[in-house]
């Protein structure tokens, strides 16, 4: 079981940062990814970290602004979200697989809630 948190309202140029708890069970050996969908569109992979070398995935519309990190004697994975854009605003869901590929959420077999992250002035 996942849980989300962190999203909310934020200006253009703020930051963001997600966290994504998993309850009862430990992430160890799991791949997270951070997903996100905006309204009409496909749900789209924007990082991921791999659970056995720390290995990191950004999708090109992020990379250098997001930054993705693990701590899993916190059962936590973080997404810090700088330089946020209008663009941004989507809901983000947490998935964790054990060999969950970073740009396809069908490879995903848990799935948090989603928290709305809102980007205007």
């Known amino acids: 079981h996942l849980v989300e948190s962190g999203g909310g309202l934020v200006q253009p140029g703020g930051s963001l940062r997600l966290s994504c708890v998993a309850s009862?069970?430990?992430?160890?050996?799991?791949?997270i990814a951070w997903f996100r969908q905006a309204p009409g569109k496909e749900r789209e992979g924007v990082s991921a970290?791999?659970?056995?070398?720390?290995?990191?995935y950004y999708a090109d519309s992020v990379k250098g602004r997001f930054t993705i990190s693990r701590d899993n004697a916190k059962k936590t994975v973080y997404l810090q979200m700088n330089s946020l854009r209008p663009e941004d605003t989507a809901v983000y869901y947490c998935a964790a697989a054990i060999s969950g590929r970073p740009r396809l959420p069908e490879t995903y077999d848990y799935w948090g809630q989603g928290t709305q992250v809102t980007v205007s002035s």
């Open positions: 970290i791999s659970g056995s070398d720390g290995s990191t």
């Open positions: 009862g069970s430990s992430l160890d050996y799991y791949a």
